[in-house]
């Protein structure tokens, strides 16, 4: 009865789920591999695979062999010396190295969860898996530029007055980039594999003329290593000489070798659209090395051995062709041809490397726009040519995204007996069709089905390019988009590598508590793990640890240079009188060197843990981690053997 008129509310009851055992956490774990790996086929049946073996093994030499090698190499032997530049690109490559074989361990596991941004939203951290794949989005995004400015700054080797608009000329190749990336994959697969032949065979007719002449093959005379024993290293660093300005250039090289070999890594992150990703993808990183010795090293080594560091040609500031120090060599021995061939690899490098760029970039804002993590518009198909038209899939993360956040929140408790009896339909529907599409129809024969959004939308970055008008100089804005792009690139590798460092400890985790295991879990865990060593690389993973280590030492030391003879600052103060420092000695741009060496951390950051934040996600704990391949598709027997005479001499050169 209510006393003196009042009432009083009757107690709200809470009813709490009970905490979820550790076979329902198993059980949730495999649930989410499930769901990435039917998201992933969904994305597969509306964009088909359509890049061949030959193809993905091409485009990850065609991402590798660009402006870093040709142009870059001259401030690597500048800075460093030739034996500077080839230690710093030996270590960079040993990077490198470990990345792949890293990546490739998991890939060749997982092929069809989304790639190492799908592993790391499963293994690590969802948090970790939007912000890699926000980063590789603006990694590749910011390269984009960078190789237009450069494919424009080549052409003044030929007009030497500059009577040629460098806008003009960006716009022109970023037109063309964006052409060739507006039709089907199989064609830009296809124009990108004679590219890329017509790249590596120009590197390694550069080396064996480089060889010859350093062997006597011109008016020089034998050179042999006369410049590794004159000046192995640069003489000065900034004005610092000694053994301090030695290390010091040794060190610059290593960020400029990490831009040079910035897309290695490709197979990883484009194995959506890779036939028979399965065999296809960790074949391709497992060859990396090769590439890495072949191209980069014995490139860098031709130089060193052809140039000396301090030959005037290596100062221009035009960053032409003309002041690569393969056109220097050639020069040199005065042979009249090669310079304007190397220049035109030069450009045709830049223009692949350009489209690259956009075809990475618009696939990754694909996919996240597929997953919920971008504007829906972007994850729409545009189709010609069809049978009949079939619904076009938007953003997948409303329905997904509260599992796929793997909160231990009570919500998500609550949840775990639905999840479990929705388990049997995940699995047994796998790859089926829509229930309100015709099974016949599950395969639209479409000639054209493209992003075209998530294409434009990227290729519209490449509008940075025209920076290079408003800074007054090409060669400024190319330098300053590079210095972005490679601590991109850094932040990626990291995180990757993280990412496997992650998954090792949970293969290690999950073995040792195969004791305490029945027998027959312990047997069929044991398969999941031998599976899984079949392509794990001797030394891991003290191999990721090695590289994880390198990169992020590199990424907080990256901007030290604009320290050096400043008093510690990055632009002067007004009122106080700057050190007297000849100009030369000093950074030209402090205060955009500075903001392009660090300020892509700390967005990496916000990324990470705004969405953590906001979505309240947890890190996958050891003692949860699942290892099963759910639903892989088989191995398509049709790309085991080449088709001609040339693919089966790229394959006995290891190549594809």
């Known amino acids: 009865m209510p006393v003196n008129g009042s009432t009083k509310a009757a107690p709200s009851v809470r009813f709490d789920a009970p905490p979820a055992t550790t076979l329902q956490r198993f059980q949730r774990q495999r649930d989410r591999i499930l769901r990435s790996q039917r998201r992933w086929e969904s994305i597969k049946s509306d964009l088909p695979p359509q890049l061949s073996r030959k193809h993905i093994g091409m485009i990850s030499i065609g991402g590798v062999i660009g402006t870093g090698l040709f142009l870059g190499s001259a401030d690597a032997l500048r800075n460093g010396g030739p034996v500077g530049a080839f230690l710093g690109y030996s270590i960079v490559g040993s990077v490198v190295y470990c990345l792949c074989v890293s990546v490739g361990e998991m890939i060749a596991y997982l092929p069809n969860v989304g790639g190492i941004v799908g592993i790391a939203d499963l293994y690590v951290d969802p948090a970790l898996g939007f912000s890699l794949g926000w980063a590789a989005w603006y990694n590749w995004s910011v390269t984009l530029p960078a190789e237009i400015t450069a494919a424009a700054v080549v052409l003044g080797y030929w007009e030497n007055t500059a009577k040629i608009p460098v806008a003009a000329t960006s716009g022109f190749f970023l037109v063309i980039a964006t052409a060739i990336n507006c039709f089907p994959s199989r064609y830009y697969g296809e124009v990108e594999f004679y590219l890329s032949c017509l790249k590596v065979t120009t590197i390694v007719v550069i080396i064996i003329i480089g060889l010859l002449v350093d062997l ?66 960790p074949r391709a990183l497992r060859k990396v090395w090769i590439r890495i010795t072949l191209f980069y090293l014995g490139g860098v080594l031709c130089a060193g051995l052809l140039v000396p560091s301090t030959d005037p040609g290596l100062l221009g500031d035009d960053k032409t062709g003309r002041h690569s120090p ?154 300053w988009l590079v210095a972005v792009a490679s601590v991109a690139s850094l932040q990626s590798w990291a995180a990757m590598l993280y990412t496997y460092i992650r998954w090792h400890q949970g293969t290690t985790y999950v073995e040792n508590k195969c004791s305490e295991s029945s027998e027959e879990d312990a047997q069929a865990t044991m398969v999941q793990i031998d599976e899984i060593k079949k392509n794990r690389q001797w030394g891991q993973p003290y191999l990721a640890w090695y590289a ?73 704990p050891l003692e949860e981690m699942v290892f099963t391949r759910g639903r892989v598709p088989p191995r398509d027997p049709d790309e085991e053997n080449p088709k001609n005479r040339f693919e089966r001499l790229l394959r006995w050169i290891r190549i594809i």
């Open 216 to 281: 006597g093959a011109s008016e020089q005379g034998r050179i042999g290593f006369r410049y590794w024993r004159e000046q192995p290293f640069a003489p000065t660093y900034l004005g610092i000489g000694g053994h301090k300005g030695h290390f010091l250039g040794f060190w610059a090289v290593i960020m400029q070798a990490s831009f040079s070999f910035f897309g290695s890594e490709v197979p990883g992150i484009a194995a959506g659209e890779v036939i028979d990703a399965t065999r296809n993808v």
């Open 326 to 479: 393969f056109v220097i060599a050639f020069n040199r021995a005065k042979i009249k041809v090669l310079p304007d061939l190397v220049n035109a690899s030069i450009l045709i490098s830049a223009w692949s490397a350009a489209a690259s760029d956009i075809y990475i970039s618009s696939r990754f804002l694909f996919f996240l726009a597929r997953q919920g993590h971008a504007p829906s518009f972007l994850a729409h198909l545009f189709r010609l040519n069809r049978s009949q038209p079939v619904e076009t899939h938007g953003s997948e993360g409303e329905a997904t995204d509260a599992s796929d956040t793997n909160s231990d929140s009570d919500d998500d408790e609550g949840s775990v007996a639905e999840e479990l009896r929705e388990s049997p339909s995940l699995e047994d529907g796998l790859g089926a069709a829509p229930e309100d599409v015709d099974p016949g129809l599950a395969k639209p024969d479409s000639s054209y089905v493209l992003p075209l959004a998530s294409v434009l939308v990227s290729a519209s970055v490449g509008l940075l390019t025209f920076l290079s008008s408003a800074a007054g100089s090409a060669n400024a804005a190319f330098q």
């Open 548 to 620: 994880f280590t390198l990169c992020m030492i590199v990424l907080f030391t990256d901007g030290w240079a604009v320290f050096v003879h400043n008093g510690w600052r990055i632009a002067d103060v007004m009122g106080e009188t700057p050190p007297a420092f000849d100009p030369s000695m000093k950074e030209a741009d402090p205060v955009s060197q500075f903001l392009s060496a660090y300020v892509p951390i700390p967005f990496f950051l916000l990324l990470t843990y705004g969405y953590k934040l906001i979505k309240q996600t947890q890190m996958t």
